[in-house]
């Protein structure tokens, strides 16, 4: 079974600042996806970012970017110039790849507080 | 918008009572799965469709039950509901494999349940 271990509970930043998140998983699987979602104080379920495993390049989405190491499965968050919306819950949750897909495995989360 | 559409928002009813949770996928998306998030908790996967099919089954209780309609919409049936059932229930669908967001999950907006 596939688990995923986000290893801070909490973290703060300065708006404008950088700040990366850390996310480790555990598979056997070889075709893979990855994502980070953030969760702000509504609760809703934003997706942030999303990584393919068999791309050895690194996604990006405007702020948001992932450090992906497949060889030490290993998928950080940064998020560059960070802005006062960003405070949210963020989670990073693995998916094996199949027809249909399959469900979500998801960490328990980096609660990210960002300071004025 | 994810475009995934939850009814209802939110609902309080009382223990021992049975509530029902609906839930619309994309246009075109197959799957659809229901997650569990009680207060600051992570989320609990709960059981996954596949075009009217069963495909995965998660930590989900006895009490719970749910189906895919023809028309690809889900329902979620809580029964003899207990204080500690009360949560963010959330629908998520997945697209197919193909294009940028392909096998990407979205969620809904989330059906808080209140029981008391």
């Known amino acids: 079974a596939q688990t995923v271990t986000q290893s801070q509970p909490e973290m703060s930043v300065q708006e404008a600042e950088t700040v990366t998140l850390s996310c480790t998983y555990d598979t056997s699987e070889n075709n893979y996806y990855l994502f980070w979602y953030k969760q702000p104080p509504s609760r809703q379920m934003i997706l942030v970012i999303r990584?393919?495993?068999?791309?050895?390049q690194n996604a990006t989405e405007n702020r948001f970017s992932v450090n992906f190491q497949k060889a030490a499965k290993s998928f950080s968050l940064k998020i560059s110039d960070s802005q006062l919306g960003d405070t949210a819950m963020y989670f990073c949750a693995f998916m094996k790849h199949a027809v249909g897909n399959t469900p979500l495995v998801f960490g328990k989360g980096t609660r990210l507080s960002v300071i004025a | 918008d994810s475009g995934v559409t939850q009814t209802p928002k939110h609902l309080i009813t009382a223990t021992g009572q049975r509530v029902t949770l609906r839930c619309s996928p994309r246009s075109g998306d197959l799957s659809v799965y229901w997650y569990q998030q009680s207060l600051d908790q992570g989320l609990q996967f709960l059981i996954q469709?596949?075009?009217?099919?069963?495909?995965a089954k998660g930590n989900i209780l006895e009490r719970f039950s749910a189906q895919q309609f023809p028309d690809l919409h889900s329902e979620l049936n809580l029964s003899s509901l207990e204080l500690g059932d009360s949560a963010l229930y959330f629908c998520?669908?997945?697209?197919?494999?193909?294009?940028?967001?392909?096998?990407?999950?979205?969620f809904g907006e989330g059906s808080w349940l209140t029981v008391v």
């Open positions: 990584q393919e495993a068999y791309k050895q």
């Open positions: 998520a669908s997945s697209s197919r494999p193909q294009g940028r967001s392909g096998n990407t999950i979205y």
């Open positions: 469709y596949y075009n009217g099919e069963e495909r």
